[in-house]
């Protein structure tokens, strides 16, 4: 049991007033004391002062313990410094993320921010380093373990000036004052203060409402089950460690507040570093391994796990970072906690013992004291069921999204990467694929939209239409709210109405839409011919589909598309409505039946890097096209008509840009001729295969 400052004070001055009545010095005891023990303040001290009594050993294993942890949160903050400071080089893990999941929005974002979250990184580095060399830099200078510079007691002091002061001095004196009082309020939340348990409940609110925030999105995004149920049961733990704390030790608490601050620490070193490094982990793999693909997902369904894991949102800044604040701040608390540790127990620290007598209080002091008590023990007691209330239902949420409250069984469409999110009794997908063949259907309204009622609404991105002989996209396509992309494969699309149209109110999320070897009976007006197409719809691939019957009626509804794919289409001609698309960053006209090229058909972007025309029967391409040189990266004409290349193409072309001509009369003649070909002209069909495959889908 410990005594307040008051009843302190009082049985001091029973002490001191009533010396026959004290008790004799017992003898000085030496012996060094076992683990982790609170020490009652002696009157003679600071009412202010904390102190832990430690064993030697143990004092030991707390600086090790420190120093360790402040290594490594410095190593990963530097890693992630590195990781996004160099997101611009194209063999960063970033760029390899960038480019190879997400879309032109996440892009924008790491291209504007990147630079200053890794300048964040290195900042919260440095900090934990200058903790490292003042942790080593003291020990050394006092030749024992020592934990930097201990604060002195902060004390008050109430002289007071005789006679009148000038009014500016009066004025300093005013803010001076002031700022002592706030710095007083702030320190009086702090691991030594008297309101500590006030400001551990403030910031464990914050710290509870941002992991909760995370692990109900990581739920959404995230299909590893054990990471997720490890993000429900940190916050359990979190919530429960300091009610259950302060109830074993309540005699205690100095030992409360240190060990407190060391649950806050593990936490957040779990939070802040171990699980997003298990996250990154398997891209990391398949960065360094390009065979070893994460789970052998396409990107589009991986897509939804790299959004989590890179930073892409202020949200997810604020999320990334505050743990490597928090756990900042737990261990400035711990090394304050450890720097006035002493290591033997002494006769002053049993001056106050517990056969002392303690005077009655007087009856008004009883009355005071009893308000004030029971309105801090009821709010203390709330707040602590709260916590454990919201750490319970944290848990139990996490453990019932694993599936086993799942009505309904597994549906008879395959399901590619599976999620578990909170508060749903339906089977979660990324990417659902309805095979119309296997399972007897045909494909129309009334079948797909019974299918579609009984998925999960919330986590579908990738919606997959396969083997239907008369497929009609249903309207309850619509109601997907995070569709991100929607493949048609083998079938014959009869219809695609309004109720179903690519527009931004029904499909907010989409950004991919792939037709595969289809037969179109019917012009697709849902498909941006009656109305534009959403803005957010940034890639359209269509292969071995009679797309021509319907691309000349779609006019600059498609402007915002940002890759077009149109191979093997039946095109006789270039689309007019490539002329709109200012923002394509790749195009691409494989097998097509297109003879030639007009002058002004293109208006490329500058921001254009793959341009296709292979297999083509083209026989010459206009200058506004070759133009388009000087800024693409690569340009594949092979297998066309093309017998002749401008020589100026090599003072003005892109440096790194590469021309892919194999099987064209123009290689041929070099090869018959044994001509010198310029550098950036490529006649070899292996690499033109090759470098295709790293751009394109389908080569």
């Known amino acids: 049991m410990t005594f307040s400052s008051v009843s302190i004070d009082r049985i001091s001055a029973k002490v001191i007033n009533d010396t026959s009545q004290a008790p004799p010095a017992p003898p000085e005891d030496t012996s060094t004391m076992t683990g982790l023990?609170?020490?009652?303040?002696?009157?003679?001290?600071?009412?202010?002062?904390?102190?832990l009594t430690v064993s030697h050993a143990t004092f030991r294993n707390f600086w090790c313990f420190i120093l360790l942890f402040e290594i490594i949160n410095g190593v990963v903050l530097v890693v992630l410094a590195y990781l996004y400071l160099s997101a611009p080089q194209p063999d960063s893990l970033v760029h390899f993320l960038r480019y190879g999941y997400l879309f032109s929005q996440a892009q924008q974002f790491l291209e504007n921010y990147a630079q200053s979250i890794g300048v964040t990184f290195a900042v919260l580095a440095v900090f934990f380093f200058l903790n490292i060399i003042e942790l080593i830099g003291f020990s050394i200078y006092h030749r024992r373990l020592s934990f930097g510079r201990v604060p002195p007691v902060r004390s008050t002091n109430t002289s007071k000036s005789l006679g009148e002061i000038p009014r500016w001095k009066a004025v300093l004196r005013f803010f001076k004052n002031l700022f002592e009082g706030l710095l007083t309020c702030y320190f009086s939340f702090g691991v030594r203060g008297v309101h500590f348990t006030a400001g551990l409940f403030i910031r464990e609110s914050i710290e509870i409402s941002l992991q909760t925030t995370?692990?109900?999105?990581?739920?959404?995004?995230?299909?590893?089950?054990?990471?997720?149920?490890?993000?429900?049961?940190?916050?359990?733990?979190?919530?429960?460690?300091s009610p259950i704390l302060q109830h074993i030790y309540h005699d205690k608490p100095v030992i409360v507040r240190f060990l407190c601050l060391v649950v806050d620490f593990v936490i957040e070193l779990w939070w802040g570093t171990v699980l997003p490094i298990w996250m990154l982990w398997p891209y990391y793999r398949e960065f360094t391994d390009p065979s070893d693909v994460v789970a052998n997902l396409a990107p589009e369904n991986a897509a939804r796990e790299v959004e989590e894991i890179l930073i892409l949102s202020t949200q997810a800044y604020v999320l990334a970072v505050y743990p490597f604040v928090s756990a900042l701040l737990s261990l400035r608390g711990m090394k304050k906690l450890l720097g006035y540790v002493r290591e033997e127990r002494t006769w002053k620290d049993a001056v106050v013992s517990f056969k002392l007598p303690i005077p009655v209080p007087t009856r008004s002091v009883v009355r005071g004291q009893t308000i004030v008590e029971i309105c801090g023990k009821w709010c203390h007691r709330l707040s602590h069921l709260a916590l454990m209330a919201h750490g319970v239902f944290v848990l139990l949420s996490s453990i019932l999204s694993s599936g086993i409250l799942q009505s309904g069984g597994h549906l008879p469409y395959d399901c590619i990467n599976r999620l578990h999110p909170w508060f749903t009794q339906k089977e979660a997908c990324v990417s659902r694929k309805i095979d119309?063949?296997?399972?007897?259907?045909?494909?129309?309204?009334?079948?797909?939209?019974?299918?579609?009622?009984?998925?999960?609404?919330?986590?579908?991105?990738?919606?997959?239409?396969?083997?239907?002989?008369?497929?009609?996209?249903?309207?309850?396509?619509?109601?997907?709210?995070?569709?991100?992309?929607?493949?048609?494969?083998n079938c014959t699309i009869h219809s695609w109405d309004m109720d179903a149209a690519v527009t931004e109110a029904n499909f907010p999320s989409l950004m991919t839409v792939k037709i595969i070897n289809v037969t179109l009976t019917d012009v697709p007006i849902g498909l941006g011919v009656k109305e534009p197409l959403a803005s957010n719809v940034e890639w359209i691939a269509i292969y071995q589909t009679n797309a021509y019957i319907f691309l000349d009626l779609v006019g600059d509804h498609w402007k915002d598309l940002v890759y077009l794919y149109c191979d093997d289409c039946g095109l006789n001609h270039i689309p007019d409505a490539v002329t709109h698309m200012a923002n394509l960053q790749q195009i691409t006209f494989w097998d097509n039946n297109i003879t030639t090229v007009p002058d002004?058909?293109?208006?490329?972007?500058?921001?254009?890097?793959?341009?296709?025309?292979?297999?083509?029967?083209?026989?010459?391409?206009?200058?506004a096209v070759w133009h388009c040189t000087a800024w693409v990266e690569v340009f594949f004409i092979e297998n066309t008509l093309i017998d002749a290349i401008p020589s100026w193409i090599g003072d003005h072309a892109y440096p790194s840009m590469t021309l892919y001509a194999s099987g064209t009369p123009y290689c041929a003649a070099a090869a018959n001729n044994s001509t010198a070909i310029p550098a950036f002209v490529s006649c070899d069909a292996k690499a033109a295969w090759d470098t295709c495959n790293l751009y394109y889908s389908f080569c």
């Open 37 to 51: 023990t609170a020490v009652a303040m002696t009157p003679t001290e600071n009412p202010d002062t904390m102190r």
């Open 214 to 241: 995370q692990a109900l999105s990581n739920s959404k995004h995230l299909s590893n089950l054990a990471l997720n149920q490890i993000y429900g049961v940190l916050i359990f733990v979190n919530c429960v460690s």
């Open 436 to 489: 119309c063949a296997a399972v007897g259907i045909v494909g129309n309204k009334h079948e797909l939209g019974q299918i579609l009622d009984q998925f999960d609404r919330p986590s579908l991105s990738n919606l997959q239409l396969f083997n239907c002989p008369a497929l009609e996209m249903p309207s309850e396509a619509a109601g997907f709210e995070h569709l991100t992309t929607i493949i048609t494969n």
């Open 600 to 623: 002004g058909t293109f208006q490329l972007s500058p921001d254009l890097y793959s341009f296709r025309l292979t297999q083509d029967p083209v026989t010459s391409l206009p200058d």
